[in-house]
C-alpha cells in the first residue's frame, strides 16, 4: 500500500511565523503535490514537484515556497504565516505515468 | 477560471437510492477523470477513475460515465448506503499531454448524505 505521510494532524501558528509542513511518501513516486482544502473552493492547487529538486507553481503558490531534497519528501514552506493561509492541506504523490495521486491524511493549518 | 465544476454543493439520499453526483469540465485537453471520496479530518481516497476512451466504468456499487461531446461525467452509486455519506471529489487530468506532470485538477466538491 502507498503511504503519504504528513508531519502534522494539527497546528496552530502565530501571524509572521515560518511553517514548514513536511510531507514523505514510501513508494518511489516522481510525482508530489502540496494542495490547500477550502470549503466551496475544493482542493487548490499550490505547488508540485516532478523529480529531486525541480518545483513548479501551481494556481496558487503567492506566499508558499517548496523544498524537495530527496525523491521522497516534499516540503511546503509559509514563509511569513497569514490568517489566510489557515487551512486543510494536502500532500499527494503519483507515478508519472498514472493519473491516480494518493493523499496524506492532511494538517489542519490554523493562522492567529 | 474553475476548469472542473461540480454545481451541487450538497446531495441528500435515502439509503437503498440511487446517488448520482455530477461533474463538469472546460478543458477538452483533459483524457482522464477521476473521482474521490473525503470523511472530515482525513485525506480524500480514490474512488474510480476513466479513461476518455470509455464512457462507462464501473466497480462494485460506483459508476462513472463520462459524456465527452457534453464534457460531462457523472458518479452514481446504487444502492447508497450510510457509510457512503463524504464530501466527493471529481478530478480531471491531461495525461498524455506532452510533458504533463499527471497534476489533477479537482472540482469543488459534492457533500453526500445518505439517510438510514
Same mark, same amino acid.
Request: cysteine-free.
Given at each position: 500500500d502507498v503511504k503519504v505521510t504528513q508531519s502534522s494532524r494539527y497546528l496552530v501558528k502565530r501571524t509572521g511565523e515560518k511553517v514548514f509542513l513536511e510531507c514523505v511518501q514510501d513508494m518511489d513516486h516522481e510525482n508530489m503535490f502540496?494542495?490547500?482544502?477550502d470549503p466551496g473552493l475544493g482542493l487548490r492547487l499550490i505547488y508540485f514537484s516532478y523529480? $529531486?529538486?525541480?518545483?513548479?507553481?501551481?494556481? &496558487?503558490?503567492?506566499?508558499?515556497? $517548496?523544498?524537495?531534497?530527496?525523491?521522497?519528501?516534499?516540503? =511546503?514552506?509559509l514563509e511569513s504565516a497569514s490568517t489566510n493561509q489557515t487551512s486543510m492541506y494536502l500532500c499527494a504523490s503519483s507515478l508519472t505515468d498514472k493519473a491516480e495521486a494518493f493523499f496524506g491524511q492532511g494538517t489542519r493549518l490554523t493562522v492567529v | 477560471d474553475q476548469q472542473v465544476k461540480q454545481n451541487s454543493p450538497s446531495l441528500s439520499v435515502q439509503e437503498g437510492r440511487i446517488s448520482i453526483l455530477n461533474c463538469d469540465?472546460?478543458?477538452?485537453?483533459?483524457?482522464?477523470? =477521476?473521482?474521490?471520496?473525503?470523511y472530515p479530518a482525513e485525506g480524500p481516497t480514490f474512488l474510480i477513475s476513466i479513461s476518455s476512451i470509455k464512457d462507462k466504468n464501473e466497480d %462494485?456499487?460506483?459508476? $462513472?460515465f463520462l459524456n465527452k461531446s457534453a464534457k460531462h461525467l457523472s458518479l452514481h452509486i446504487v444502492p447508497s448506503q450510510p457509510g457512503d455519506s463524504a464530501v466527493y471529489f471529481c478530478a480531471a487530468s491531461a495525461l498524455r499531454v506532452s510533458g504533463n506532470t499527471g497534476k489533477l &485538477?479537482? %472540482?469543488? %466538491?459534492?457533500? =453526500?448524505?445518505v439517510k438510514p
Open positions: 502540496w494542495y490547500r482544502q523529480d $529531486v529538486k525541480m518545483k513548479e507553481k501551481g494556481d &496558487i503558490p503567492e506566499g508558499y515556497s $517548496v523544498s524537495r531534497e530527496k525523491k521522497e519528501r516534499f516540503s =511546503l514552506i | 469540465y472546460t478543458n477538452s485537453m483533459f483524457d482522464y477523470f =477521476l473521482w474521490y471520496k473525503k %462494485g456499487r460506483f459508476t $462513472v &485538477i479537482f %472540482g469543488q %466538491g459534492t457533500t =453526500l448524505q
